[in-house]
């Protein structure tokens, strides 16, 4: 009997790409969400507005950590700007789909992403 979950997501739960943490990441991004009691945290490392490495930690539930690796997997190698233009449908999309009542997993994975950009661009001043 099939789970509420795609194929992709119970392979980004079972293995998660990029997780960990980057010592001295350029940007980091923590974000909870009250409604399930997660917290996603995503380090960046940033050469040339390129993201070269990105890494993540989350504590949650199987959607939360196939949404973080999804979105590590979507953005590394990209741009600045061309992270920043990914949505939560994208991660959600990638992955073949979400439950409804787990959809707030991939707001998660893009609020982490758009913190720890922010975080980046302070630091970079």
Do not use: T, W
């Given at each position: 009997m099939p789970g509420?979950?795609?194929?992709?997501?119970?392979?980004?739960?079972?293995?998660?790409?990029?997780?960990?943490?980057?010592?001295?990441?350029d940007g980091v991004g923590e974000v909870g969400n009250p409604a399930c009691g997660d917290v996603m945290?995503?380090?960046l490392k940033i050469e040339n507005d390129r993201i070269v490495d990105v890494k993540f930690k989350t504590f949650g539930c199987g959607a939360a950590i196939a949404s973080s690796s999804m979105t590590t997997e979507l953005i590394k190698g990209k741009t600045i700007d061309e992270a920043l233009k990914l949505s939560?449908?994208?991660?959600?999309?990638?992955?073949?789909?979400?439950?409804?009542a787990k959809e707030h997993c991939?707001?998660?994975?893009?609020?982490?992403?758009?913190?720890?950009?922010?975080?980046?661009?302070?630091?970079?001043?």
């Open positions: 509420p979950y795609s194929d992709k997501v119970m392979d980004h739960f079972m293995n998660p790409r990029n997780m960990g943490e980057i010592e001295d990441a945290k995503l380090f939560n449908q994208a991660v959600a999309e990638a992955l073949g789909g979400l439950p409804p991939s707001v998660l994975a893009e609020d982490a992403l758009k913190a720890a950009l922010e975080d980046y661009k302070k630091k970079k001043g």
